[in-house]
């Protein structure tokens, strides 16, 4: 089984561990956004469509939706990020400055 590049906790929680690999969060049809060592954004790249791809350009797509993540849309999750910050990301806000905030300045 492959090692996963990023960790659930409760319910709407995912936690970034690999400096090397971003994350692109999946969660229906809202922006798609990626967790960086830097920080967190919505992505504008194009969409890799086979994990292959996703590997060579040192990404891991996360389906919120899939079972062996939360099973299900979430209209709030929590990121902590490796920049030691939490991020909220509000998906019934998506195109407004609150749809992505800072939740904690440091959680570690």
Avoid: W
């Avoid at 996963?4 to 970034?16: A, D, E, Q, V, Y």
């Avoid at 954004?41 to 996360?62: D, I, N, Q, T």
């Avoid at 806000?93 to 440091?106: A, L, P």
Wanted: aromatic share 10%; hydrophobic share 35%; charged share 25%.
């Amino acid at each position: 089984m492959n090692e996963k590049n990023f960790i659930t906790s409760g319910r709407n929680t995912i936690i970034h561990k690999n400096r090397k690999i971003d994350l692109l969060i999946v969660n229906g049809n809202f922006p798609v956004t990626i967790v960086s060592h830097t920080g967190i954004g919505v992505f504008k790249g194009v969409m890799p469509s086979k994990r292959a791809e996703a590997k060579k350009a040192y990404l891991e797509v996360v389906e919120v939706n899939k079972g062996e993540v939360f099973g299900e849309e979430k209209t709030l999750i929590f990121v902590q990020a490796l920049d030691s910050r939490e991020y909220k990301l509000d998906y019934s806000k998506v195109g407004t400055k609150n749809f992505i905030k800072v939740h904690q300045e440091s959680y570690i």
